[in-house]
């Protein structure tokens, strides 16, 4: 088997294995916080951190602890260990330096905590077989990819704010029709690189 360069796996991750417009994860927060460019880039700051970094904490943990001690199994609940105590910290830390943020961001800081984007982040690193580097390649390229869809979309929603939109697909309607149809135009970059 060919091992895949770090590289590739960051920008695969970024473009034709987007977490949101291939895989479909982290929708909730992206549907929710998705009405304003500034909180949108700063919600996908937030979770590019959080994704470097609990992918780096899970990796560690996976190789050199739970798979030592054959507690393979424990993954998930590991995981999500990690991932809520590592949020919990950064949200701390947002509210103590930057309490505008804090705000702006409101409940969707903490839910980050269930962004399935973030686990599955840390699954796919698991069942991919993913080194190191690999993994960290993997972690921020999936965190700019979420930031780029994200922030992509504010930008529509504001542009067809003044619209004449069918009442029927105001909101949630239009923003799902939008997803579908960023997720095709992402299509177009599937042949470049496939790293599954």
């Not at 549907?31 to 919600?43: G, M, P, Q, R």
């Not at 804090?102 to 993913?130: D, Q």
């Not at 939109?165 to 992402?186: H, N, R, S, V």
């Given at each position: 088997?060919?091992?895949?360069?770090?590289?590739?796996?960051?920008?695969?991750?970024?473009?034709?294995?987007?977490?949101?417009?291939?895989n479909?994860?982290?929708?909730?927060?992206?549907?929710?916080?998705s009405?304003?460019i500034?909180t949108s880039?700063?919600l996908?700051?937030a979770?590019?951190?959080?994704?470097?970094?609990t992918?780096?904490?899970?990796?560690?943990v996976?190789?050199?602890v739970?798979?030592?001690?054959?507690?393979?199994?424990?993954?998930?609940?590991?995981f999500?260990?990690?991932?809520?105590a590592?949020?919990?910290?950064?949200?701390?830390?947002?509210?103590?330096?930057?309490p505008?943020?804090?705000y702006?961001?409101?409940?969707?800081?903490?839910?980050?905590?269930?962004?399935?984007?973030?686990?599955?982040?840390?699954?796919?690193?698991?069942?991919r077989?993913?080194?190191?580097?690999?993994?960290?390649?993997?972690g921020?390229?999936?965190?700019?990819?979420?930031?780029?869809a994200i922030?992509?979309?504010?930008?529509i929603r504001?542009?067809?704010?003044?619209?004449p939109?069918?009442?029927?697909?105001?909101g949630?309607?239009?923003?799902?029709?939008?997803t579908?149809?960023?997720?095709?135009?992402?299509?177009g970059?599937s042949?470049?690189?496939v790293?599954?």
């Amino acid at each position: 088997m060919i091992e895949i360069s770090p590289i590739v796996i960051f920008f695969a991750a970024i473009f034709t294995n987007n977490m949101i417009l291939s895989n479909f994860l982290g929708m909730c927060s992206f549907i929710a916080i998705s009405s304003e460019i500034k909180t949108s880039l700063s919600l996908g700051q937030a979770v590019t951190f959080v994704l470097t970094f609990t992918t780096l904490l899970n990796y560690l943990v996976y190789h050199y602890v739970l798979i030592p001690l054959g507690l393979e199994y424990l993954r998930y609940i590991v995981f999500i260990i990690i991932i809520a105590a590592f949020v919990q910290l950064i949200e701390m830390i947002i509210d103590r330096y930057f309490p505008a943020l804090y705000y702006a961001l409101g409940i969707f800081l903490p839910l980050i905590t269930v962004n399935c984007a973030v686990l599955g982040v840390s699954l796919f690193m698991v069942i991919r077989n993913y080194s190191l580097m690999q993994s960290l390649a993997f972690g921020v390229g999936s965190g700019i990819g979420w930031t780029l869809a994200i922030v992509t979309m504010a930008g529509i929603r504001q542009k067809i704010k003044s619209a004449p939109i069918p009442k029927g697909l105001e909101g949630a309607g239009i923003t799902l029709i939008i997803t579908g149809l960023m997720a095709l135009a992402f299509i177009g970059f599937s042949g470049i690189v496939v790293i599954q």
